[in-house]
């Protein structure tokens, strides 16, 4: 009984193995990445911007032209134009440890359903 067990276990707790260290490794990348992505532009802190405001700088609509293009070359009725939103945002931070205040822009595009 004991050898009909043991090579589905040998497997079960490699694989389960795999799989934790693969979730740790993405762990610590996310943990850098956002370290990078927080950096302070004048200390060079990682993981120190503290977003203190957000700010709407523009907001448009459209219908994405390319997908009108491929409708007109493939003759198919079937496939709708899609209506795009994209929003530009002002991101403001202050460094947690000199002070320093910064902003960024964001453009954020979001395909909205027919």
Wanted: net charge positive; hydrophobic share 40%.
């Amino acid at each position: 009984m004991l050898d009909i067990l043991i090579p589905p276990l040998i497997v079960i707790l490699f694989f389960g193995l795999v799989f934790a260290i693969g979730i740790g490794i993405t762990y610590l990348m996310l943990l850098v990445y956002d370290g990078e992505i927080r950096k302070c532009p004048e200390c060079g802190r990682r993981r120190a911007a503290r977003l203190t405001e957000t700010d709407t700088l523009n907001e448009r609509s459209y219908i994405d032209q390319s997908m009108m293009a491929r409708m007109a070359m493939s003759n198919k009725s079937w496939v709708k134009p899609h209506r795009i939103t994209e929003t530009t945002y002002e991101d403001h931070f202050v460094c947690k440890f000199c002070g320093h205040a910064w902003s960024k822009t964001v453009l954020e595009r979001k395909r909205n359903p027919s």
